[in-house]
């Protein structure tokens, strides 16, 4: 799958916080784009899509968000659930997510300005484009 999980180190203590910095060796594409998501009622689920050319970088700095990952072949879950952790996904993954608990924020760092043009919103669409090979072709997608 092209997705990668990272583990980052906090540096810190109880009693002062903690400082998380994620370097530019985890991500691998200029930044174009900053966004976030909040205030959406638990176990709501959005994305129910896939990007042609996009690359993020997801990290949920409060809360829980559970993501469901298919790349048309293998599914798998990851749960970001503390903010040491990042998630890489690239192009042609498709993308469900759901918050698991109150008050969870995800951030995004994109790799492209948004453009329409680029999502795939429905899935037969979707498998299509796996299974024609649209994202076989280029390695420089894949982790």
């Known amino acids: 799958m092209k997705y990668k999980m990272y583990i980052h180190d906090k540096i810190g203590d109880r009693n002062h916080g903690y400082l998380i910095s994620i370097d530019k060796k985890f991500i691998e594409f200029n930044i174009a784009r900053i966004y976030y998501i909040y205030n959406v009622p638990k176990n709501t689920t959005r994305g129910y899509h896939a990007h042609k050319n996009l690359k993020q970088i997801l990290f949920c700095p409060i809360g829980q968000i559970v993501f469901s990952l298919d790349d048309g072949v293998d599914k798998t879950t990851i749960v970001l659930d503390s903010p ?14 759901r918050w698991a608990s109150k008050k969870s924020v995800l951030v995004v760092l994109a790799s492209e300005p948004f453009e329409e043009n680029d999502y795939i ?16 072709d280029n390695d420089e997608n894949s982790i």
Do not use: H
């Open 84 to 97: 040491e952790k990042t998630l890489f996904i690239g192009p042609g993954i498709w993308r469900e997510i």
């Open 121 to 136: 919103r429905n899935y037969e669409e979707y498998i299509k484009l796996v299974q024609e090979g649209y994202w076989s």
